[in-house]
């Protein structure tokens, strides 16, 4: 019979073993059980890509539900508060909730929104009263609620200010309540020093980073031997060793050596799939085909979102074998080290280098470097007006 791949290098889903999150999650829960005013209940989750945020949302809320709580999970983009209201009282339209829809669309010759949508002045009220009857109705059963927020740094403005609203009413008023948002490190920049959002502030941090070795390489062991595959050894500190403990890469390499090692097994005796352990020709293959999947699904979109003089920046890194020294990357770049800054800091910013300190930087995103080299030539190409 078909085995189905344990490992799951998919954005966003469930991987086969939560690895190395025990801390955050015991956080999280003893914020449930301590009841209203527990700082667990209010929490900030930021990481780079790939690093585990929207996983660790999904626990939070199945913990959440296995206390009876209602869970509201919603990704930032335009409309956010509307579809968090629209969750929060689906049986009513929002104008039920005595508060006046948008003002002004009469007054605009009778354009017809379909459906009515509070205003921006309005939504923090109009939220607060929302979570508020919700919580009437949740609290008679002794139960909560979670709300999550996933992408917070892509959220508009007002929606912003009027979920923080609402809630930090709700918490004031010892109501049974939590709130999680996640999102990229650039949240801390673009949230938190603004004034009307100082409540956000408060929210426990929690950075989420990369999973020890040993833990990955148990993982890996156990999740192997659940699926009848054997890994040990060399071929598993081999493994363990290339996902460099970020998330997405464990999956990655997990995925591609089990089906290497999987597809040989069928091949050597197709009624006995599990007699196999996996050789470390299989888990150099496997290292490989993961690697080229993280080019495509990580460095390569990342590198699309920067700018030509970014990548000139990170291209000038990539001829260091470890850490640069930022006036020698000026040096390269041809430019004098203030401007070269700008773009060190717009970089460190969005996580994809980091600072060493001593006017050092490194890569902050496994392989990146490697990726740099390969495709040099191909990027150069693409981020023309610059040279290197
Ligand atoms: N603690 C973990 N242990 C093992 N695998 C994990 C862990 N956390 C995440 N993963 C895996 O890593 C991948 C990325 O996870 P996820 O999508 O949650 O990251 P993210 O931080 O939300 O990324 P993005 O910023 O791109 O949205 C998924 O394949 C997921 O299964
Ligand atoms: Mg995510």
Redesign the pocket.
Known sequence: MRQSNPF????????P?????DAIIDDFEEGLDDGPGAPGRLMRVT??????????L?EFGRIAKARKWEVIDETASEGLAQRLLNRLAPDKPSVNLSLKPSVSIAGLGGISLGEASVSSKQMPLTLRAAMGQRLDALERKNAGLLVTI??AQAADRSDMVAIATAVQHLIREERNIAFVF?G?PSIASKWLNDEVLTFLRRAQAEQ?GD?PLQDVRD?FEDTFEDSGIAIEGKALDMAAKATEGY??M??LVGYHIWRIAYRRSRNIDSKKPDAITVTEQDTEQGIANALSRLGDAVHGPELDGLSPIDKTYLLAMAQDDGPSSTSTVAERMGKDVAYANIYRTRLIDAQVIKDMGYGKVDFAIPYLRQYLREHAAYIRMNSSGTSL
């Open positions: 799951k290098p998919t954005a966003g889903r469930m991987p073993l939560l690895i190395g999150r990481g780079a890509r790939g690093v585990g945020k929207t996983v660790i999904t996933d992408e996640a990229l989420l999973i993982a998330p997405f464990i999956q």
